[in-house]
């Protein structure tokens, strides 16, 4: 080679490479392939006959760019704009914003073997849930500082296939020292969780009134929320007499946790609630009932509260939707949750109270363990471990059993996506809108499956769920966060890139 080649060649390569990102700079990219997607593209089109958005259901187009929804266009405004582009064209399909499940119990670190975050967030991007708020008990340690807090981060690096934020814990020990709970706040809860009876786990006791008072002055600082468990256990002889009838009978396990449970706790509740109205004591502060199952008395006081101007929201779940006490045989273990399934009036005035805008929001309380807790061969409803594990199937489910009620798609982004995103502060997710995060859920309404061994379940312990054995509708095909393809009909992205989410 002559010296007029060395000299030239290195030039020629470098006007290659200026060309090269011209041209390239607006078209579609091309990853240089990354695990994190099964999709190599970071600049592409969603396109769709039924996209849900804060403004309605419209055929149209989602143009995504790495991280975040860039663009949207309806069918009629597209003028050829797409032509140059990668598209994932899903004709009928819906395509609405991922689920933000804020109420899931993940077990880790510490209890893997009841969950996890690599099974559970797989069973997540499979169901359409594309972020998850872990709970901090069911781990080992629970996540009540912020060392504890650390932990759980620690061991959700690279083993998360979506977005985790973590509530920590508002126990006796932490209540009234400012100091730990400013801490806790500050390494990134995203805000605090207490229970009013025993949680059943040792290091995480039970609160009372003036414990959540005293969290409800530090959150206010952080504008942040508490989510309580509310059921104050009221014992009494017919108590006894009720735990001493046959523990096979479901009937005897929800005589031993009535509906005046809930009752007591949210009166209590309400006493404190009052300080975080506009001029109170805790204002900026939030209160949010988990899990309400109670649809006489204990919701007309959660409604009152809100007429009253305290700053209350409240959760219910699918299994309280789905299932009534009178169709749970005996000795059906999988069934028991606290609060209690409740009878079918109950459950369809939760479903009325609902629709009618009364429950503001839907969570799964995915509360797994290993299948020898649940005492499956023995069917003891007093002794077995509550919890149900639902984390995969909480979209076909909310729909199978919403449609008889005439649920829209924009009421499932509601209650599933936008208010959860709000209670957890999530700014950028929630709603397919220019500058949010790309976190979409692609799903089919009318395609009908039978959850059975034949089909594909991500959760560590299948045999543990309600829900294994029924029929349901709703298919869901793809879920993208952050841009990232990480499930599509069966198949996990190779690397669990799903971010930490932690309150700045």
Known sequence: MNYLQLRVLPLLALLASVLYYLYFQDSP??????DCSLFPYNHYWIISKRIVTPRGVISGAVEVK????VSIIKEEDWHGDLKREQIIDYGEAVVM??????????????KTEWEGFPSGTRAAAAGGITTLIDMPLNSVPSTVSAETLKLKIDAAKKNIYVDVGFWGGLVPENAFDANSLEALLSAGALGLKSFMCPSGINDFPMTNSSHIKEGLSILAKYRRPLLVHAEIPQYSESYLEDAAN???LYSTYLKTRPASWEEAAIRELLTVSKDTRIGGPAEGAHLHVVHLSDAGSSLQLLKQAKSNGDSVTFETCPHYLAFSAEEIKDGDTRFKCAPPIRDAANKEKLWMALLDGDIDMLSSDHSPSVPELKLLDEGNFLKAWGGISSLQFVLPVTWTHGRQYGVTLEQLALWWSERPAKLAGQDLKG???VGNHADIAVWEPNVEFELNN?????????????????????KVLATFVRGNLVYKEGKHAPAACGAPILAA
């Open 29 to 34: 990219a091309l990853f240089e392939r990354s």
């Open 246 to 248: 046959d523990p096979r």
């Open 97 to 110: 914003p991922g689920l933000i499940d804020v109420h899931a119990h993940l077990d880790d670190p510490g």
């Open 431 to 433: 709603g397919i809108a």
């Open 454 to 474: 034949d089909h594909p379940v991500y959760i560590k312990h299948p045999s543990i769920s309600a829900y294994m054995g029924s029929k349901l509708s709703g």
């Open 66 to 69: 790495e991280e975040k929804i």
